[in-house]
T-cell receptor, first 113, second 113 residues
Framework: KNQVEQSPQSLIILEGKNCTLQCNYTVSPFSNLRWYKQDTGRGPVSLTIMTFSENTKSNGRYTATLDADTKQSSLHITASQLSDSASYICVVSRSYNTDKLIFGTGTRLQVFP | NAGVTQTPKFQVLKTGQSMTLQCAQDMNHEYMSWYRQDPGMGLRLIHYSVGAGITDQGEVPNGYNVSRSTTEDFPLRLLSAAPSQTSVYFC????????????FGNGTRLTVT
């Protein structure tokens, strides 16, 4: 069964600290893996897209890694800010086409001062 | 540049009523899609369109209709609302169907009583 599982479900950290969110998938075939940030009451916003051949991709303080052999990805947030409080959603594409996306349920991150 | 605009933001319907959720994008994207987001579940694809005049079903299409008469607009119609359709609905668009980041609207929160 094609699944995307994220951990932890929720996370609380202090402002300025780093954190890492995990994503494991069993999706096959694999085309690309995406990370989205969703603020409360808003739509998801794209952070990164990684294909099979990419191991690491950065977007400012966000760094995503991909191990296609173990089917694992992580999103590392450096020097967290209050504005990082959001849900982070891992999405895996089963094919070249965008209509074959499998969404994880997200990790809810809260950053406190 | 407004991106993807959804209206209304909130809606309450009685069982059996019909309504249309509006979605418009100003990025000249060919691909548009509708998702629903329910607690504890990943986003699920309802319908999608790869261009004006072309639509197709996603994972959960029952009870919903779409049409795409222009590149900019992609309305979602609920034919006869049911409590199971209580959800947050997101419209999304991308430049192409493949390997392009999705741009989401800010959602319509629908409650069916």
């Amino acid at each position: 069964k094609n699944q995307v599982e994220q951990s932890p479900q929720s996370l609380i950290i202090l402002e300025g600290k780093n954190c890492t969110l995990q994503c494991n998938y069993t999706v096959s075939p694999f085309s690309n893996l995406r990370w989205y940030k969703q603020d409360t009451g808003r739509g998801p916003v794209s952070l990164t897209i990684m294909t099979f051949s990419e191991n690491t991709k950065s977007n400012g303080r966000y760094t995503a890694t991909l191990d296609a052999d173990t089917k694992q990805s992580s999103l590392h947030i450096t020097a967290s800010q209050l504005s990082d409080s959001a849900s982070y959603i891992c999405v895996v594409s089963r094919s070249y086409n965008t209509d074959k996306l499998i969404f994880g349920t997200g990790t809810r991150l809260q950053v406190f001062p | 540049n407004a991106g993807v605009t959804q209206t209304p933001k909130f809606q309450v319907l009685k069982t059996g009523q019909s309504m249309t959720l509006q979605c418009a994008q100003d990025m000249n994207h060919e691909y548009m899609s509708w998702y629903r987001q329910d607690p504890g579940m990943g986003l699920r694809l309802i319908h999608y369109s790869v261009g004006a005049g072309i639509t197709d079903q996603g994972e959960v299409p029952n009870g919903y209709n779409v049409s795409r008469s222009t590149t900019e607009d992609f309305p979602l119609r609920l034919l006869s609302a049911a409590p199971s359709q209580t959800s947050v609905y997101f419209c999304a668009s991308s430049y192409t169907q493949a390997n392009s980041p999705l741009h989401f609207g800010n959602g319509t929160r629908l409650t069916v009583t």
